[in-house]
């Protein structure tokens, strides 16, 4: 009796686990190489020829090719951490990449794969209290130690030719400008991304850019103290809901029809008049005949703007519309000004002090294509990292003294835990070891030799791995080395996530 389809493809048992297992593995490795700020990147060619050059893990797993269902598993969680917290999806590969290995080796040995999630369970759990022990006191968090999250986080990625130090200035400037309260909001920090200038040219505006031109000559390029509609629809002659056919038949009655569609056209432009509106943005398009009645009454319009609508509103605090004549006295914004710049070829709208929520723009620059790639992906990273230290206020060392630790606590703890699910806590502890490992290779050491200084170090005091010209063994808080908890929690969070996902699959159905 046939169930599947005769071109379904079924894997089952042992089979499905190693193939599963070897899937996860192969991610890792196509990114252990390129951990720490030594680490080496990788060239990128899709089928058309576009090239990537980077060492940004969640960038190389994002535009590779993967097929392989289990695989595709860790992409999407590293795609997760990524949008999250934009740090740490290289650990998290790794880690899961030896979490199977040593599962790999029980299965071997005929222990349940239960057994062994249960037990990964328990070494998520144990990791989250040895991180939580490493996060430094309030008298050591500051400023200072903000900047130096976001420069261990930027370190030996794309930055070109600007010092990494005056890139994570410019991205705390922004992170600080969005402050509501003590929390700054992620989504109210935009990125542009323009060629021309070197990457020392990046800075931060305090508002929103948004690409349009005016929608006439003769509009005034500048506005201040403006007052804002953003109107979602278009300012043209309405289509009606019916197709409907007009006979006209005398001048009269050609005369009465354009100057009723003529007074439609220029009443768009009297009810944002008489509202008092200086600046309006439409998502859809805006008639000649109403540009030029808003040029005459020296309002500056700009036409299919919808990409660009929602933070226009956001920023300038203005309630959507969806016609002129809806923009009443409480629903447009305000902005202390609003100037026409140019960008190139292009024109772009710089919308400064809005009345609405806090927002800021990173105007990143590179002198070539690939360069701004890779630049605007390191200062998005850049940001993900800073927000998560400014909001949570926690950072630990970096250097990989934090996987020591967990290691060594993994370590302690594994006698504690009942059962076989012992055997999975002590191999968790090898898998952390392998970060630091990944550090010291990336770096020209060897990686024994220093996993051993460094297990040595940490039971005296703390210290990890510390390049800055020479690689040694140093306390990272003293050398400017952290990184947000945050995205040491999510790294093992997302690596035990995937690996017992894996485990717990023993059977793969496939059809066309």
């Given at each position: 009796?046939?169930?599947?389809?005769?071109?379904?493809?079924?894997?089952?048992?042992?089979?499905?686990?190693?193939?599963?297992?070897?899937?996860?593995?192969?991610?890792?490795?196509?990114?252990?190489?390129?951990?720490?700020?030594?680490?080496?990147?990788?060239?990128?060619?899709?089928?058309?020829?576009?090239?990537?050059?980077?060492?940004?893990?969640?960038?190389?797993?994002?535009?590779?090719?993967?097929?392989?269902?289990?695989?595709?598993?860790?992409?999407d969680?590293?795609?997760?951490?990524?949008?999250?917290?934009?740090?740490?999806?290289?650990?998290?590969?790794?880690?899961?990449?030896?979490?199977?290995?040593?599962?790999?080796?029980?299965?071997?040995?005929?222990?349940?794969?239960r057994?062994?999630?249960?037990?990964?369970?328990?070494?998520?759990?144990?990791?989250?209290?040895?991180?939580?022990?490493?996060?430094?006191?309030?008298?050591?968090?500051?400023?200072?130690?903000?900047?130096?999250?976001?420069?261990?986080?930027?370190?030996?990625?794309?930055?070109?030719?600007?010092?990494v130090?005056?890139?994570?200035?410019?991205?705390?400037?922004?992170?600080?400008?969005?402050?509501?309260?003590?929390?700054?909001?992620?989504?109210?920090?935009?990125?542009?991304?323009?060629?021309?200038?070197?990457?020392?040219?990046?800075?931060v505006?305090?508002?929103?850019?948004?690409?349009?031109?005016?929608?006439?000559?003769?509009?005034?390029?500048?506005v201040?103290?403006?007052?804002?509609?953003?109107?979602?629809?278009?300012?043209?002659?309405?289509?009606?809901?019916?197709?409907?056919?007009?006979?006209?038949?005398?001048?009269?009655?050609?005369?009465?029809?354009?100057?009723?569609?003529?007074?439609?056209?220029?009443?768009?432009?009297?009810?944002?008049?008489?509202?008092?509106?200086?600046?309006?943005?439409?998502?859809?398009?805006?008639?000649?005949?109403?540009?030029?009645?808003?040029?005459?009454?020296?309002?500056?319009?700009?036409?299919?703007?919808?990409?660009?609508?929602?933070?226009?509103?956001?920023?300038?605090?203005?309630?959507?519309?969806?016609?002129?004549?809806?923009?009443?006295?409480?629903?447009?914004?305000?902005?202390?000004?609003?100037?026409?710049?140019?960008?190139?070829?292009?024109?772009?709208?710089?919308?400064?002090?809005?009345?609405?929520?806090?927002?800021?723009?990173?105007v990143?620059?590179?002198?070539?294509?690939?360069?701004?790639?890779?630049?605007?992906?390191?200062?998005?990273?850049?940001?993900?990292?800073?927000?998560?230290?400014?909001?949570?206020?926690?950072?630990?060392?970096?250097?990989?003294?934090?996987e020591?630790?967990?290691?060594?606590?993994?370590?302690?703890?594994?006698?504690?835990?009942?059962?076989?699910?012992?055997l999975?806590?002590?191999?968790?502890?090898?898998?952390?070891?392998?970060?630091?490992?990944?550090?010291?290779?990336?770096?020209?050491?060897?990686p024994?030799?220093?996993l051993?200084?460094?297990?040595?170090?940490?039971?005296?005091?703390?210290?990890?791995?510390?390049?800055?010209?020479?690689?040694?063994?140093?306390?990272?808080?003293?050398?400017?080395?952290?990184?947000?908890?945050?995205?040491?929690?999510?790294?093992?969070?997302?690596?035990?996530?995937v690996?017992?996902?894996?485990?717990?699959?023993?059977?793969?159905?496939?059809?066309?």
């Open positions: 009796m046939f169930i599947l389809d005769e071109d379904s493809e079924r894997t089952a048992g042992r089979d499905a686990q190693q193939a599963n297992i070897a899937a996860g593995k192969a991610i890792a490795e196509a990114v252990r190489t390129t951990l720490g700020p030594q680490g080496m990147d990788k060239m990128l060619v899709s089928d058309s020829g576009d090239v990537v050059i980077t060492n940004d893990g969640a960038t190389i797993l994002s535009e590779m090719d993967i097929e392989h269902p289990a695989a595709q598993m860790l992409v969680v590293a795609d997760e951490q990524e949008a999250a917290l934009g740090d740490g999806t290289t650990t998290a590969a790794i880690l899961t990449g030896e979490l199977l290995s040593a599962a790999e080796e029980f299965l071997d040995q005929d222990l349940h794969p057994t062994i999630v249960e037990g990964y369970w328990e070494v998520e759990r144990i990791a989250a209290d040895a991180i939580d022990d490493c996060i430094l006191d309030d008298d050591e968090f500051g400023e200072e130690s903000l900047q130096q999250a976001v420069e261990s986080a930027m370190t030996g990625k794309g930055t070109g030719s600007v010092a130090d005056a890139l994570a200035g410019t991205i705390i400037e922004a992170v600080e400008r969005v402050d509501d309260d003590g929390t700054a909001d992620r989504d109210a920090i935009a990125v542009e991304a323009r060629t021309g200038r070197s990457a020392s040219a990046t800075e505006v305090d508002g929103v850019l948004a690409d349009a031109d005016p929608v006439r000559d003769g509009m005034p390029e500048r201040d103290d403006a007052t804002v509609a953003v109107i979602d629809g278009d300012l043209e002659q309405r289509e009606p809901g019916v197709d409907t056919e007009y006979a006209i038949s005398t001048d009269e009655q050609l005369s009465t029809a354009v100057a009723a569609e003529e007074e439609t056209l220029v009443g768009y432009a009297e009810s944002l008049a008489t509202a008092g509106v200086d600046v309006a943005f439409v998502t859809g398009d805006i008639a000649d005949r109403t540009a030029s009645a808003l040029a005459s009454r020296g309002i500056l319009a700009f036409e299919d703007v919808d990409g660009d609508a929602a933070a226009v509103a956001a920023a300038t605090g203005a309630s959507q519309v969806p016609g002129a004549d809806e923009v009443e006295a409480g629903d447009p914004g305000s902005a202390g000004a609003i100037a026409v710049e140019a960008a190139g070829d292009d024109s772009v709208v710089r919308i400064e002090a809005g009345a609405g929520e806090p927002r800021a723009t990173v990143v620059r590179g002198s070539t294509e690939h360069a701004l790639d890779e630049i605007e992906r390191t200062v998005n990273d850049g940001i993900d990292v800073a927000v998560a230290a400014y909001n949570r206020r926690e950072v630990v060392p970096g250097g990989g003294m934090v020591v630790a967990v290691a060594e606590r993994l370590r302690e703890a594994a006698a504690g835990v009942e059962g076989r699910r012992q999975a806590v002590e191999a968790a502890a090898e898998a952390f070891d392998a970060v630091p490992r990944a550090l010291a290779r990336s770096a020209g050491e060897d024994i030799d220093t051993v200084e460094l297990r040595a170090a940490n039971r005296e005091g703390r210290a990890g791995l510390v390049i800055d010209g020479d690689v040694t063994v140093a306390d990272p808080v003293e050398h400017g080395v952290l990184d947000p908890a945050a995205v040491k929690r999510e790294s093992v969070r997302s690596a035990v996530e690996a017992t996902m894996i485990l717990r699959i023993d059977d793969v159905i496939s059809a066309d």
